[in-house]
């Protein structure tokens, strides 16, 4: 044959393979065929001689070979090739003359009688008995060849006892019956490293990677041993598999269709396994498909550390190859131990095991790179934390797993890159875990790591419920897997902490600078407190430190930070106003009911000497330099004006940086816990029960020397409304050049209602010493008038219409002491009877006090007739209710 006949008869056979397209090698053109066919001119290559070229046996050993299978076949005429013992037919019918030495001739019988050696005395077919004499006998010639070769002539004494011992052995039968076949080669595992050896003639000699075309007449032909040692299918499948990984593994692992081919033999042998409960096939498939398995696992147990996206293919295959042996392992397993098979899904639950197994292997990884990567870079400034970089890679270790593997690997697992995330979420959790325990406060490298932390987990869990959506949970069980990391409620915590600490820290500084603090009037321009200065300072540096960390801002974060500064600022109003009093606290308490009396001018002499003396300790207690001083409680009117002033400020400024935070308008619109709504009202109640305090205390305290213990006391004439005028106004000087002028106006207001109640409250209430005649009536309107113009101030005080509005009440209890006591008394009856009704006796009831002066009003009434100097009021009041003329 020609060379393009040879090189026609190889394209013939590739293309006629039907074991390299079942099992997907890839089709050659045999070299070897075309070397062959060159180097033998126009002789045929024929099938035994490629195989004894792939199976490296000299061209002088075959021919010896041939030379004895002639011989054996006319001396065994009619006999069947099963009864047939191979070597021990080689050793008979070789002679010494048909080698080149005496040495290659030994060799040759040493060779023969370890196979016999191996396949009848080692691993025999059937267990040996070891009393029998002809395993005996076999072992005694065996050793007797290192001393003596066998003599291998027709006759000689040697072989012929050689003959006996081996047939003898290999014809047993397990009753004991003559047997029809010779087993010398079929005993495990002897047969199977023979069958093994076989098999290598289907790789080309020349090139140990691929697979020769001509494998199909191969393998036909090997067919013809299977009966010698002992074969079928099922076990040529296996040890075919084997060879084909075998020699994938041994030969750098460069083509991926003969690890291909491994795998779809396993794939036929699944359904064969499951079908044979032979004992030894079980065994060799346990040994080979553990080995298969074990190499598998380690690959794919880290497979990010082998595969990626150009040999992503070759993954596929080894997994299918791992699948299917931990599959038919399984149920091996379960036959032998005679137990229930588990139903699970070998494959997923091995393929789990191999994506845990590899996610967390190359966290590990990236973990310590990034640790090494940062230790030999700890002088650098800024440098960005460990876990943030961590989650980053994370980050590209899912798109990855995503994009590469999942596709691959959801073949026999639906949900691969959902498992995959969530090793990858439980493995960053747990060193997420270790470092918030660590976490003490808020810095920016905890927040950020935070921050980092649960933009990953959002990240993973999506991937992780788009790979789960058409599962029938819709993927609840991975999600359920994944134990949140709760980043986003530990950073609210820790801003929680820090906005704590910061308040407690603010409410030390307010209690401990309160007490140390003097209200001078000179401590600043603005005259406020130095404390008020400094304690919206630092809410407003708080604030501002709050808004500056790398936090993303939350209305309910702002709202509980701007709530606590708020008690914190209503604490000071507290304690600023704490101890200054109230109205109540200076106007005296309302004298019992009596009737005036006119005593001696003795006694009025005496009467004003004492009050002159009380005068003088009076100013002399008012001038004291003390904390609750007017001026002291103007800086306090001051202060809370200046607080409330600041908290507008901080409002709007808390309104801004919301806006630059992202806040939505309307969330800024409802501006819930946006305002300082405690700290705004208590500074206007605050600021509303000073000036009622300075107030009520320079008229019924500071003035009272003047007012109540001189103003009316004897005679009207001689104790007139001047002194008081005179002394107030010195007060309402130092109010107006102290209290800022957007609260000056209410302060002198306060002033003048107290005032003119200490005025109605003389002419009501000042006791026995007071006594009036319709003659002091103008002089108490003149008095009055001077009263009000003192506010007035020529225009330059409080405007009119406001005076004449809290001037009402006054003006309407005036007229009354125009009133002759007839009048008078006439008037309160009709009051009274109008209020109380007509009494069950003819004594009119006692009026209770309100306080509420009013004209109309009986208790009014009764009151200035008490304080009428004259026997007609006097008679009545004896007569209707026994007032006494002192107290």
Same mark, same amino acid.
């Given at each position: 044959?020609? &060379? ?37 001119? /126009? ?64 060799? @040759? ?75 010398? &080669? ?14 290598? $003639? ?39 598999? @084997? ?16 690890? %291909? ?10 359904? #064969?396994?499951?079908? /044979? ?53 399984? @149920? ?30 190359? %966290? ?26 961590? $989650? ?5 270790? &899912? ?12 073949? @026999? ?8 995330? &969530? ?80 308040? #407690? ?24 407190? $130095? ?64 009737? !005036? ?36 409680? !103007? ?55 000073? !000036? ?16 109540? #213990? ?70 108490? #309107?003149?008095? %009055? ?63 209770? /006090? ?38």
């Amino acid at each position: 044959m020609s &060379a393009s006949a040879s090189l026609q008869r190889s394209l013939t056979s590739a293309a006629a393979s039907k074991v390299k397209k079942s099992l997907g090698l890839k089709f050659t053109i045999s070299r070897r065929s075309e070397r062959e066919t060159e180097r033998k001119g /126009t002789k045929t290559a024929t099938l035994g001689e490629l195989i004894r070229v792939q199976m490296r046996v000299s061209e002088p050993t075959d021919s010896r070979v041939r030379r004895v299978l002639l011989r054996v076949a006319a001396g065994q005429l009619g006999r069947r090739f099963e009864l047939i013992v191979l070597p021990l037919e080689l050793l008979q019918h070789t002679r010494s003359s048909d080698f080149p030495s005496q040495q290659e001739y030994e060799a @040759w019988q040493k060779r023969n009688l370890k196979i016999l050696e191996i396949g009848l005395f080692f691993h025999p077919h059937m267990p040996l008995n070891k009393l029998d004499t002809s395993a005996q006998r076999l072992k005694q010639i065996i050793r007797g060849f290192s001393e003596k070769p066998l003599e291998t002539g027709k006759n000689d004494d040697s072989i012929q006892l050689l003959r006996t011992a081996v047939m003898s052995l290999a014809c047993r039968s397990y009753d004991g019956s003559a047997s029809e076949e010779c087993h010398w &080669a079929d005993g495990f595992p002897f047969n199977l490293q023979l069958y093994q050896m076989l098999l290598e $003639a289907c790789f080309d000699v020349t090139d140990e990677t691929s697979v020769i075309d001509e494998v199909d007449e191969v393998l036909e032909l090997m067919k013809k041993t299977w009966m010698t040692l002992g074969m079928n299918q099922m076990v040529h499948n296996l040890c075919f598999s @084997w060879v084909l990984f075998h020699h994938y593994v041994e030969s750098n692992q460069i083509e991926n269709d003969m690890l %291909f081919a491994a795998s779809n033999l396993l794939t036929e042998l699944e359904g #064969d396994a499951e079908a /044979t409960k032979d004992p030894k096939y079980s065994k060799i498939l346990n040994a080979t498909l553990s080995a298969m398995l074990g190499w598998a696992e380690r690959r794919l147990l880290t497979y990010h550390d082998i595969f990626h996206s150009s040999n992503i293919e070759l993954m596929q295959i080894i997994v299918s190859l791992a699948v299917t042996s931990a599959k038919i392992l399984a @149920w091996h397993l379960s036959q032998e131990h005679r137990r229930k098979r588990k139903e699970i899904d070998v494959a997923r639950d091995r393929v789990e095991t191999f994506i845990r197994s590899s996610v967390c292997s190359v %966290f590990a990884q990236r973990m310590e790179k990034i640790n090494l990567s940062k230790r030999s870079s700890n002088n650098q400034q800024n440098a960005i934390p460990v876990l943030s970089i961590l $989650a980053q890679e994370v980050t590209e270790l &899912a798109i990855n797993e995503k994009e590469i593997y999942s596709p691959i690997l959801k073949r @026999w697992h639906p949900f691969a890159a959902g498992t995959a995330v &969530a090793a990858l979420h439980s493995c960053y959790g747990n060193e997420l875990k270790q470092f918030v325990s660590s976490i003490n406060e808020l810095t920016p490298d905890a927040v950020q790591v935070l921050i980092t932390a649960d933009k990953l987990e959002k990240h993973l869990v999506q991937i992780a419920v788009e790979d789960s959506v058409e599962s029938d949970d819709g993927g609840k069980a991975i999600i359920t897997e994944m134990a949140p990391y709760e980043a986003e409620a530990k950073i609210v915590a820790l801003v929680k902490s820090w906005t704590r600490t910061r308040l #407690d820290r603010l409410k030390e500084w307010v209690d401990r600078n309160l007490q140390q603090e003097v209200w001078n009037v000179h401590a600043n321009k603005e005259l406020v407190a $130095a404390s008020a200065v400094e304690v919206l300072r630092s809410v407003d540096e708080t604030l501002e430190a709050f808004f500056l960390l790398p936090i993303p801002i939350q209305p309910s974060l702002v709202t509980d930070l701007v709530t606590g500064l708020d008690r914190c600022l209503q604490q000071y109003i507290a304690k600023a106003k704490s101890g200054c009093g109230t109205r109540s606290t200076y106007i005296p308490s309302m004298p019992a009911l009596t009737r !005036c009396s006119t005593g001696s001018k003795f006694f009025r002499k005496k009467e004003k000497s004492q009050l002159a003396l009380r005068r003088k300790s009076q100013n002399r207690s008012s001038n004291a330099n003390d904390s609750f001083g007017i001026p002291q409680l !103007c800086v306090r009117i001051n202060t809370m004006h200046y607080i409330r002033s600041g908290v507008n400020y901080l409002e709007k400024k808390t309104i801004t940086h919301m806006r630059n935070a992202g806040s939505t308008e309307e969330d800024i619109a409802n501006g819930l816990g946006l305002k300082f709504e405690i700290s705004a009202a208590a500074c206007v109640e605050g600021i509303q029960q000073l !000036c009622e305090a300075i107030a009520c205390k320079v008229i019924f305290h500071e003035l009272s020397h003047v007012l109540w #213990d001189s103003l009316y006391a004897g005679e009207v004439s001689s104790s007139r409304i001047q002194p008081f005028v005179q002394e107030l106004e010195q007060y309402l000087e130092i109010i107006a050049t102290t209290v800022h002028n957007r609260v000056r106006t209410r302060a002198i207001t306060e002033v003048m209602k107290a005032s003119f109640d200490g005025f109605l409250l003389v002419l009501l209430a000042g006791g026995p010493c007071r006594s009036f005649t319709l003659q002091d009536a103008a002089m108490i #309107d003149e008095d %009055f008038k001077v009263l009000c113009d003192l506010f007035w101030s020529n225009g330059d005080g409080l405007p009119v219409d406001l005076i004449d509005k809290f001037s009402t009440t006054v003006k309407r209890v005036l007229p009354v002491f125009r009133l002759d006591s007839e009048s008078l008394i006439e008037q309160f009856r009709q009051t009274t009877l109008e209020s109380y009704g007509s009494p069950a006796k003819s004594r009119l009831p006692l009026p209770a /006090t309100s306080g509420q002066w009013n004209p109309t009003e009986p208790n009014t009434l009764l009151r200035v007739l008490c304080h009428r100097n004259d026997v007609i009021a006097s008679k009545f009041l004896k007569k209707t209710y026994s007032l006494p003329k002192k107290l």
